[in-house]
């Protein structure tokens, strides 16, 4: 027992627990190993702190979690705050789901409408570009896909990429003060450490796009214990960025509002310019030295432009102007 710890009574306990793990959940197991009560008496204290006017969500398998008084997350309040025109009219809200991308494909596949979107409130098996993992901890994040159908061909859809980190950006430089960045082609960086990345998937025909899955991995509340060894150094989460009070449901609203805009403005007027001016203003990447990786090969250029299909423009140290279309760069 931590000092100060033993005046408190066991409902108070239970909320410390809670709030230490905020962002988290934590089993009915785990509160009742700890405190030495039984499953039910936790039930009974949580129902009385609920009725002290507490947030906790329980959500089965996974316990029991703390929310904000904004920060209810659930597929009801999303709806009742949406505000858009196709994106997220059907909406799937799952409690844990192996990756929303492949669900979302999987609906798609079997004639899913254009706007579906997936969200978890954790992924089992949360895929990151490049076959990288991405870690989706209960409650610790935005784990949505969403699916557009554009009647454009295949080469767009790099174009697409750019267009949702545009948009995820607008929305978050309302939390962050500084240091908000886009790495080519979509990383999303807060002070250079990565807060929110986008996996873009597609099914085609040889000259038109059949769907695309628009995946948006954003890291909310995250402390930074919880990244691992291999993320400690490169992970951010918005909760260490921000004064402002954080809520997911407000988060996956705004964002679907300023990707519905976008995109409609880019499908209906056949035009790049708007989210590439977006693009272009948060770029931590033009007029920077950088290394292209593609599979093995690394190589030196300096970063000169994104052109409007989203292909990279680089000069070489020879002077060699070249574009890269796909790979990871750093900076
Ligand atoms: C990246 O590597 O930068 C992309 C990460 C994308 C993660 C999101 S989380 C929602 C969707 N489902 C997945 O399995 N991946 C994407």
Not at 32 to 37: F, K, T, Y
Not at 46 to 64: C, F, T
Not at 114 to 129: D, F, H, K, P, Y
Request: one cysteine or more; hydrophobic letters at 35%.
């Amino acid at each position: 027992m931590k000092g100060g710890e033993r005046d408190l009574n066991t409902k108070d306990r239970i909320l410390k627990m809670l709030a230490e793990n905020k962002g988290r959940f934590i089993s009915g197991e785990q509160i009742s190993e700890e405190l030495g009560i039984s499953r039910t008496a936790v039930w009974k204290h949580i129902l009385k702190l609920r009725e002290e006017g507490h947030r906790i969500q329980s959500v089965n398998r996974l316990g029991y979690q703390l929310v904000n008084s904004g920060d209810v997350y659930d597929r009801g309040t999303i709806l009742s705050r949406l505000n858009t025109k196709i994106l997220g009219k059907n909406l799937y809200f799952y409690e844990t789901i192996d990756s929303t991308n492949n669900e979302l494909k999987k609906m798609a596949a079997e004639g899913a409408c254009e706007g579906t979107v997936v969200i978890a409130l954790c992924q089992t098996e949360g895929r990151g570009r490049r076959g990288r993992r991405w870690q989706s901890d209960a409650g610790s994040g935005i784990y949505m896909s969403v699916l557009l159908k554009p009647d454009l061909p295949p080469t767009a859809v790099q174009s697409i990429t750019l267009l949702a980190s545009s948009a995820v950006c607008k929305v978050l430089e309302k939390y962050v003060k500084s240091g908000l960045g886009i790495k080519w082609p979509n990383d999303i960086l807060i002070n250079n450490k990565k807060v929110c990345g986008i996996l873009t998937e597609m099914t085609s025909e040889p000259d038109k796009v059949q769907a695309i899955i628009l995946g948006i991995g954003l890291n909310v509340w995250n402390r930074e214990e919880d990244f691992g060894d291999e993320l400690k150094h490169t992970a951010t989460s918005l909760c260490l960025n921000t004064d402002r009070e954080i809520s997911r449901t407000q988060l996956v609203v705004e964002i679907l509002k300023e990707l519905e805009d976008l995109y409609l403005n880019f499908v209906e007027k056949g035009s790049s310019a708007k989210f590439m001016d977006i693009w272009r203003c948060f770029s931590v990447t033009i007029g920077r030295d950088i290394i292209v990786i593609q599979g093995e090969n690394r190589w030196q250029a300096k970063a000169l432009d994104v052109l409007d299909d989203g292909r990279l423009l680089v000069e070489t140290p020879d002077g060699k102007r070249q574009t890269v279309l796909s790979g990871e760069i750093s900076i």
